[in-house]
Every structure is written in C-alpha cells, then in structure tokens.
C-alpha cells in the first residue's frame, strides 16, 4: 500500500520482576483506523532491567508493523514516559544500554513515519498482559495462567483481557454470556489413513473426497448451532474444511489465522510413527519425554505450538465475546486448547484421539472460567 494508505497502531509494554529481575515484553499491532488487530508479540528475556525490556517490546512491535507493511505510518502508544520521550528527542538518552537499543527501533521506519504517545497503564492492557504472560512462562515458554489485566477501554481486549489464561475452576456463572469455541478438526486427507505426521513444516495435502464428505457431515452438525464466524488454519486441509461448512451454513464470514496452524514436524513430516522410531529413537523418545524437545530438523516443540495457540484463542475471544465462533483447526492445536481449558498437563496431548472432521466444543466465561462442553464428537454421514 502507499504511504498514506495504511496506518497502524504498536502498543508496547515491558516489565521486569526485581528491575533487573525476570523480564518479558510484550506488543500488539493493530489497524489505527478499525482497531482490528494484526499482530501480537511476546518473549521471556531473561534478567535485564524494566527499561530494556520496554525497549525490547517497542523493536518487537515496530518490526511486526514493518513486516505487515513497510511503507505505513504507525502511531506507538506506549505506558513508558521514559521510552516515548526519549523516542520522540524531548530527552536525551543518557544509559550506555539504552542507546544501541533505541538506534534499533529508530532504524526500522524511514525518519517521520513512526510517532510516539505516552497512555497510562490502564490503557495499555493487551500489551501488559502479553508482557506478564511471557514472565510467567519464563526460558521454558509455557503459560502459567497469571491473573487478569484490568479492563479497559480497548475493543478487542477489554471483555477478556487475560480471562483465558487463568485456570477454569467452578462452573462459570450462567447469567453471563459465555464465549463458544466449536472445534473442528479438518477432514481425511491421504496421509491420515495411515497416520502420517502431517504438520505446517511438509507438504500442504488437500482433503480426499472422503474428507470433503466429511467435511459436509459437520456442517450438517453445525446446522443450529449459532455460528456466526469461522476462523481457519492457513492450510490447504483446514481451508477446505471450513469453505464446505460455511457453504452449507450460508456463507458466515471465514477468517485465516496462522496461529491454529499444525505443528512443524520438521524431518518426520510424512512418515508413520514406527518410521520415526526406526529413524530418530533418541529424537523421538525426547519427544515423547518433554514438551520442550522438538523433531528432528528444526520442528516445532509442543511448547511452542501452545504459546501460539494460546494466543490465537485470546485474539478470538476478544473479536467475538460472547458469540459462537467455528475454528477449524488440527489435532495439537485443539487438543492443546482442550487440555489448557481443562487445567491438564502438557503430556495430556498423549492421552486424547481426535478423528477427523471431530467436533470438540469449549465455553468461556467472563469470570475466568472454562467449560469443556463436548469432545471429539464424530457426525454421521452426510445424507
């Protein structure tokens, strides 16, 4: 786009417990004008000081804007008085450590295309949160559920600022509209019938016509239902699972997010599990040992795939509070959101089978708590 055709928002934050003390940050980036968000950010640092880390969330969030488009102007608002007017040339950046930090951020817009606003916390809370979900998980990367951030005027993030990550305890209040999370693994493709590992990091395989039929037997499922939206993982199996459902629904909006994507299985992508055993033992019984091992060849460790997954249900929970929304998605991620709904551990993604075109369903309330509603539920044949 041109210059004055895209306009973007960075919300950053930092923080760091014991200054300098465990550090995170955290960035959002979002369309100025419609408030959509694009993009979110988040990374445990470490022990560095409380303005590094708000430096690190402002890189973060300019390079996701930049990556979205090169040539917008962006507005960054940040909680930092320190950040925003050292950024903006009103104060001289006097610490050694913040100079190399601040000549980065500058070096990723052309000179005039970013300005800065200082906003109090308050204002701030999807950054926030980021930011203390990523202390939290701490080097590991695994999301300790920390309590909410307060709520604010903030449209995407306000109804469900942190709800998601706390543990679901009680049964949720029922006078409140609950959040609908209808789960839908994508239907066969050829790999399946012989369970394959087929994640995002192999080919990208269609769905057979078996797939397709049963793809037409859960939307005959969902018949009903309420769905008013569908979200979908970028991949080929998902995209067709989710435009034969929403055909047969009468066509609700569908939305690709990358978030609900596989896991990258690296080198064991299309082989059996006895394959991989053959091939990689060690790799795999590490695999099977912890969820911070990855597959050979630069996969995606189960930890990882969590952290985005986590993520993606926030973002779609603060976009559709209180509606029922479809998400076609694959075995780890649901089964990750099922196991994170339920309080289990990581290895709990062991202990579950989803077949596919399976519906699973989750219920999120405004008070924090969720409610495992059904689980791998397979609709008869499409008639």
Request: with cysteine; charged share 25%; hydrophobic share 40%.
């Amino acid at each position: 786009m041109s210059p004055a055709g895209r306009r973007l928002l960075v919300e950053a934050d930092g923080g760091s417990r014991g200054n300098p003390g465990p550090a995170g940050y955290g960035a959002v980036v979002r369309d100025a004008v419609t408030g959509e968000v694009l993009a979110e950010a988040a990374e445990y640092l470490g022990t560095v000081t409380n303005n590094v880390a708000e430096y690190r969330g402002l890189i973060a969030g300019l390079r996701a804007a930049h990556d979205i488009d090169p040539d917008a102007t962006v507005l960054v608002r940040m909680d930092s008085r320190l950040v925003v007017e050292q950024m903006s040339g009103r104060w001289k950046i006097k610490h050694p450590a913040m100079r190399p930090l601040a000549l980065q951020a500058k070096a990723i817009f052309p000179p005039g295309a970013v300005r800065f606003e200082w906003v109090p916390r308050e204002r701030n809370s999807h950054a926030d949160r980021l930011a203390n979900e990523a202390m939290d998980a701490g080097p590991n990367g695994t999301p300790r559920r920390p309590a909410p951030a307060p709520a604010s005027g903030d449209p995407e993030a306000a109804a469900f600022a942190g709800q998601a990550s706390r543990p679901a305890a009680g049964w949720g209040d029922p006078a409140r509209t609950a959040t609908t999370f209808l789960l839908l693994r994508h239907g066969e493709t050829a790999l399946t019938p012989h369970k394959r590992f087929s994640g995002s990091g192999g080919d990208d395989p269609p769905l057979t016509e078996t797939g397709r039929r049963q793809a037409r037997a859960a939307a005959q499922a969902l018949a009903g239902a309420g769905v008013e939206a569908i979200v979908t993982s970028p991949l080929a199996r998902c995209r067709q699972t989710a435009d034969e459902v929403a055909a047969a629904l009468g066509s609700p909006p569908v939305r690709v997010d990358d978030g609900w994507r596989e896991t990258d299985f690296g080198a064991w992508e299309g082989l059996t599990f006895a394959e991989v055993k053959e091939r990689y033992p060690s790799d795999l019984d590490a695999w099977l040992a912890s969820a911070d091992a990855r597959p050979t060849g630069g996969g995606e460790s189960f930890t990882a795939v969590a952290r985005r997954t986590a993520l993606a249900r926030d973002k779609a929970l603060a976009r559709y509070a209180g509606r029922t929304v479809l998400i076609v998605s694959h075995v780890t991620p649901i089964k990750t959101l099922l196991r994170l709904a339920l309080g289990a551990p990581p290895e709990a993604v062991f202990r579950m089978e989803l077949a596919p075109a399976s519906l699973s369903e989750i219920a999120y309330y405004q008070d924090g708590n969720a409610s495992v509603r059904r689980f791998n539920a397979t609709p008869p044949p499409a008639s």
